[in-house]
């Protein structure tokens, strides 16, 4: 996006996934999937566009 746009000004982390489910019908695996896309989804998104940001000291 960088390449094509030349910045980025704002971040708004915003994605995410649920699961329709009673608690204690739900796999803990379900819930991982849940942690790595809501959580660290985010986590790694900013932390990839971080330098760009820090390098323009703007965002």
């Known amino acids: 996006m960088i390449s ?3 910045k980025v000004d704002v971040l708004i982390n915003n994605g995410g996934i649920s ?3 009673l608690a204690h019908e ?3 695996s379900t819930y991982e999937s849940i942690l790595k896309v809501n959580f660290l989804g985010n986590i ?5 566009l971080l330098p ?3 390098e323009r000291k703007d965002g």
Do not use: C, D, V
């Open 44 to 48: 790694g998104l900013t932390l990839a």
């Open 19 to 21: 699961q329709r489910s």
């Open 4 to 6: 094509k746009f030349g």
């Open 26 to 28: 739900t796999s803990i």
């Open 52 to 54: 760009h940001f820090q």
